[in-house]
C-alpha cells in the first residue's frame, strides 16, 4: 500500500496561473465586496451584477494553464495515494492530471439551479450563465459555487481524507475561511506536515512552513518526497 498524501490548495496554488486570489494585495475582495457577489442575498438582489462576475471568470479560466505546482502535485499520483482538497473552483489541479479532487467550495464551470442545489449540470460548450437560462425546475441557473452562509460540499469525507493522510501539504491558502481551514486539525499528530505560502499570519501547529512561490516550493516538496527525504 502506498502511503497516502492529502494536498489542501487555495487561490494561491492557482495564482502564478494569472488567477486573482482573495485577500492578497490586489485579490478580488479588495475590489468586490463579499456580501454582493459571494452570497445568496446578493443574488437575490442583483443577479445580472452577480452572473458577470462569475462569467468573467469561467472566461478567464480559458485563457490560463495549470502552473509548475499543479503538474508537480499531479505528479505525486505515480509513487503516491494522492487526494487534492481543494478550496479552489477552477478546474487546474484536474487540468494538470490530478484523478481525485475534492471541490469543496464547487466547481465554477458547472451551473445549478437556484432552488435546488442538487440540481447540477455541466456548463457545456456555453462560458456564460444568462438571466433566464433556466434549470429544469424553472429558476435560474447560477455557477456552482459555495457562497458564503452555504455548506461546504463534501466535507465529512475531507475529514477523513485528513484523519487517514501520511502527509500533508498545504499551498496557497490563509487558513482563514472555516471551515474549509479547518479540516487541517483533523491531520494525525504523527503525519508530516508542510505549508507552502507567500505570506501566513500563523503557521498551523505541526506544520513545517516554506515560505515561497508555489511554482518553486511544491516541486521541492514533491521531489523530496519522491526521493524519500524531508522537504
Ligand atoms: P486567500 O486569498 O485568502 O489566500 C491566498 C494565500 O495564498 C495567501 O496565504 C498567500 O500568501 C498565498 N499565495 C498567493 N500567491 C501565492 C503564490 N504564487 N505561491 C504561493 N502562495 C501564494 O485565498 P484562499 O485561502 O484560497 O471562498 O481563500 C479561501 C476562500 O476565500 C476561497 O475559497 C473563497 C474565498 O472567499 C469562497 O468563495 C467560498
Not at 148 to 158: K, T
Request: net charge negative.
Amino acid at each position: 500500500m502506498s502511503e497516502k498524501i492529502v494536498v489542501f490548495t487555495g487561490a494561491g496554488v492557482s495564482q502564478e496561473s494569472g488567477l486573482r486570489t482573495f485577500r492578497d494585495m490586489g485579490g478580488l475582495w479588495q475590489e468586490h465586496n463579499i456580501e454582493d457577489v459571494a452570497s445568496p442575498e446578493g443574488f437575490e438582489r442583483n443577479p445580472a451584477m452577480v452572473l458577470e462576475f462569475y462569467n468573467q471568470r469561467r472566461r478567464k479560466l480559458g485563457e490560463v494553464e495549470p502552473n509548475a505546482a499543479h503538474r508537480a502535485i499531479a505528479e505525486l499520483e505515480r509513487d503516491f495515494d494522492v487526494v487534492v482538497v481543494t478550496q479552489n473552483v477552477d478546474d487546474l489541479h484536474e487540468r494538470a492530471g490530478s484523478t481525485r479532487v475534492v471541490h469543496i467550495h464547487g466547481e465554477i464551470l458547472k451551473n445549478r439551479s437556484s432552488v435546488d442545489p442538487a440540481l447540477r449540470y455541466p456548463a457545456g460548450g456555453k462560458i456564460d450563465i444568462d438571466l433566464g437560462d433556466l434549470c429544469e425546475k424553472g429558476s435560474q441557473l447560477r455557477p456552482d459555487v459555495v457562497w458564503f452562509g452555504e455548506d461546504v460540499l463534501h466535507y465529512p469525507e475531507s475529514v477523513q481524507h485528513f484523519r487517514d493522510a501520511d502527509r500533508v501539504l498545504v499551498v496557497g491558502t490563509s487558513l482563514t475561511v472555516v471551515p474549509a481551514a479547518g479540516l487541517i486539525r483533523y491531520a494525525a499528530a504523527k503525519a508530516e506536515k508542510v505549508v507552502v505560502a507567500l505570506d501566513l499570519d500563523t503557521v498551523p501547529h505541526g506544520f513545517h512552513f516554506l515560505r515561497g512561490k508555489a511554482t518553486e516550493m511544491v516541486p521541492q516538496v514533491t521531489d523530496a518526497w519522491r526521493r524519500g527525504r524531508r522537504p
